[in-house]
């Protein structure tokens, strides 16, 4: 599934497309993907330029003038692709392989650039678990995005602020990373990779990084560290790797290359002077990989 970093090379890889671009048609070629697509969709994006394309959490916010905004979801699979005359490129570096197969392409934006270039932009997604509805005023306070906590990119996460966030929590310290009324965007991937990175077991209870004290202010002040880097280097990684896409159509240098724990069972943890090795477990159904012996 894609997380914040992957959900931002998209913004970033179609922004330059998009901003400034008249629609000139939309075509969408099912009623619906996670939930139906929104009334008078095309007939009402038709004919709008593209003032911006935002991002709040997971979620793509696209400004028309004079017209609705459009929150995208990418759900499980979900991906763009650009077409123009002569090539044809996905923004965005995922874990997971992009499907190109034309059967899913769901989406169609035919755009003209101010200097008169036409392309199509397509959402393809397999799975069907994205979608895209209308916000008519502040994307912020629809009820999709209305409840979200605070972003993990920029200087607003700090030490001071997570440990507010965690005060009084008695669940485990993975559990409240992934809420998303607390930080919106951070999934598995990024979790495990923060906790390690700031030495904090998955399993901990999360308002022990809230006590009065100096141990716990520098845990909760590593931790949101940790956090903002690990989501700063994979945004890094997938920049770069839409570049090198763009340029030769190869493969991407993904992010996941990077990974110190998740997806690594087995393997000697690479914390310099730790002898542990990474283990998984199962929280809430979901994956955790740590090491025991330097996450406390
Ligand atoms: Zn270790």
Same mark, same amino acid.
């Given at each position: 599934?894609?997380?914040?970093?992957?959900?931002? =090379?998209v913004?970033?890889g179609l922004q330059p497309a998009l901003?400034?671009a008249?629609?000139?048609?939309?075509? !969408?070629?099912?009623?619906?993907?996670?939930?139906?697509?929104?009334?008078?969709?095309?007939?009402?994006? =038709? +004919?709008?330029?593209?003032?911006?394309?935002?991002?709040?959490?997971?979620?793509?916010?696209?400004?028309?003038?004079?017209?609705?905004?459009?929150?995208? &979801?990418?759900?499980?699979?979900?991906s763009f692709r650009i077409e123009t005359?002569?090539e044809s490129a996905t923004p965005g570096?995922? &874990?997971?392989?992009?499907?190109?197969?034309?059967?899913?392409? &769901?989406?169609v934006f $035919?755009i003209?650039s101010?200097?008169?270039v036409?392309s199509r932009v397509i959402f393809?997604?397999?799975?069907? /678990?994205?979608?895209?509805?209308?916000?008519?005023?502040?994307?912020?306070?629809?009820?999709?995005?209305? +409840?979200?906590?605070?972003?993990?990119?920029?200087?607003?996460?700090?030490?001071?602020? *997570?440990?507010?966030?965690?005060?009084?929590?008695?669940?485990?310290?993975?559990?409240? *990373?992934?809420?998303?009324?607390?930080?919106?965007?951070?999934?598995?991937?990024?979790? @495990?990779?923060?906790?390690?990175?700031?030495?904090?077991?998955?399993?901990?209870?999360?308002?022990? *990084?809230?006590?009065?004290?100096?141990?716990?202010?520098?845990? @909760?002040?590593?931790?949101?560290?940790?956090?903002? #880097?690990?989501?700063? $280097?994979?945004?890094?990684?997938?920049?770069?790797? *839409?570049?090198?896409y763009m340029?030769?159509? +190869? #493969?991407?240098?993904?992010?996941? &290359? @990077?990974? !110190?724990?998740?997806?690594?069972?087995?393997?000697?943890?690479?914390?310099?002077?730790?002898?542990?090795?990474?283990?998984?477990?199962?929280?809430?159904?979901?994956? =955790? /990989?740590?090491?025991? =012996?330097?996450?406390?």
């Amino acid at each position: 599934m894609p997380e914040l970093p992957e959900v931002e =090379t998209v913004r970033r890889g179609l922004q330059p497309a998009l901003e400034g671009a008249r629609i000139v048609g939309v075509e !969408a070629r099912r009623p619906d993907l996670r939930f139906p697509f929104p009334e008078r969709f095309s007939e009402r994006l =038709t +004919g709008k330029t593209i003032a911006a394309l935002g991002r709040r959490a997971k979620y793509l916010t696209m400004h028309v003038d004079n017209g609705p905004v459009l929150i995208c &979801h990418l759900g499980m699979s979900g991906s763009f692709r650009i077409e123009t005359a002569n090539e044809s490129a996905t923004p965005g570096a995922f &874990h997971y392989e992009r499907s190109k197969n034309t059967a899913h392409d &769901h989406v169609v934006f $035919d755009i003209v650039s101010p200097a008169g270039v036409r392309s199509r932009v397509i959402f393809n997604d397999p799975r069907r /678990f994205g979608f895209m509805l209308f916000s008519e005023g502040e994307p912020d306070l629809h009820p999709m995005l209305a +409840g979200l906590g605070v972003e993990p990119t920029g200087n607003a996460l700090d030490g001071a602020l *997570l440990a507010s966030l965690l005060k009084g929590r008695k669940s485990p310290l993975k559990a409240a *990373l992934l809420d998303q009324r607390l930080i919106a965007g951070l999934g598995n991937i990024y979790v @495990s990779e923060a906790l390690w990175r700031a030495g904090l077991s998955p399993l901990r209870e999360a308002g022990t *990084l809230a006590r009065a004290g100096k141990k716990a202010k520098e845990q @909760s002040e590593s931790l949101a560290e940790a956090i903002r #880097s690990v989501v700063a $280097d994979a945004i890094a990684a997938g920049g770069s790797s *839409l570049r090198d896409y763009m340029q030769t159509d +190869g #493969s991407l240098g993904y992010f996941q &290359h @990077s990974f !110190a724990v998740y997806d690594r069972e087995g393997e000697a943890c690479s914390k310099p002077g730790c002898r542990g090795h990474i283990e998984r477990i199962v929280q809430s159904g979901r994956s =955790t /990989f740590h090491c025991r =012996t330097c996450q406390a």
